[in-house]
């Protein structure tokens, strides 16, 4: 997979030789990128690899009507990350970000990749729970901060209600085509 020019801005933004999570993988294209690129000391991948049957996420490859085995997909990153898994480097969560996160600590990540479920209320909860596991002047970066498709302003938004409820802690430092990256500027304890 060919890295588009605003998603090298992303890992450009990532701390080198660091520790973080990615929020919604899929097949680990963008994953790949990231260790090498990064050479992340360890990167956790965090996917339900599920298919949903709900409202609002029509359109996207986890709905039930895409056709898409998560069981195959899921199958296809654990065999193409085998080795790094082996050595500990990637660490595959499976699951949504609200019951595996726990197992991160807190003030442990450099970095998160979120490009999860893109609804407003999924993003703006992503957002939550990464925020107090990224250490002081750690990044976290959202991918499809734009408007259309299937989510609508959901990304948008969340990210706005996000820098609302944290103006003491968090700064827009980049916007590159339909990524974002925010700074943690809050002083650790």
């Given at each position: 997979?060919d890295?588009q020019?605003?998603?090298?801005?992303?890992?450009?933004f990532?701390?080198k030789?660091?520790?973080g999570?990615?929020?919604?993988?899929?097949?680990?294209?963008?994953?790949?990128?990231?260790?090498?690129?990064v050479?992340?000391?360890?990167?956790y991948l965090?996917?339900?690899w599920q298919?949903?049957?709900?409202?609002?996420?029509?359109?996207?490859?986890?709905h039930?009507s895409?056709?898409?085995?998560?069981?195959?997909v899921?199958?296809s990153?654990?065999?193409?990350?085998?080795?790094?898994i082996?050595?500990?480097?990637?660490e595959?969560?499976?699951?949504?970000?609200?019951?595996?996160?726990?197992?991160?600590?807190?003030?442990?990540l450099?970095?998160?990749?979120?490009?999860?479920?893109?609804?407003?209320?999924?993003?703006?909860?992503d957002l939550?729970?990464?925020?107090?596991?990224?250490?002081?002047?750690?990044?976290i970066?959202?991918?499809?901060?734009?408007?259309?498709?299937?989510?609508?302003?959901?990304?948008?938004?969340a990210?706005?209600t996000?820098?609302?409820?944290?103006?003491?802690?968090?700064?827009?430092?980049?916007?590159?085509?339909?990524q974002?990256?925010?700074?943690n500027?809050?002083?650790?304890?």
């Amino acid at each position: 997979m060919d890295l588009q020019p605003y998603r090298k801005r992303a890992l450009d933004f990532f701390p080198k030789e660091a520790t973080g999570v990615e929020i919604g993988v899929f097949k680990g294209d963008f994953s790949a990128h990231t260790l090498s690129y990064v050479n992340a000391r360890k990167l956790y991948l965090v996917d339900p690899w599920q298919n949903f049957d709900e409202p609002g996420v029509e359109g996207s490859w986890y709905h039930a009507s895409s056709k898409v085995n998560m069981e195959r997909v899921h199958a296809s990153v654990v065999s193409r990350f085998s080795d790094e898994i082996g050595d500990g480097r990637v660490e595959v969560l499976r699951g949504k970000s609200s019951d595996v996160m726990e197992t991160i600590p807190p003030a442990s990540l450099d970095f998160a990749y979120v490009d999860g479920d893109h609804r407003f209320e999924a993003v703006l909860q992503d957002l939550e729970i990464c925020a107090p596991r990224i250490k002081h002047r750690g990044v976290i970066v959202l991918d499809d901060h734009q408007l259309g498709n299937w989510w609508g302003d959901g990304v948008i938004r969340a990210l706005n209600t996000f820098l609302g409820r944290h103006p003491a802690d968090w700064r827009v430092r980049f916007i590159a085509q339909n990524q974002v990256g925010i700074l943690n500027i809050r002083q650790p304890d």
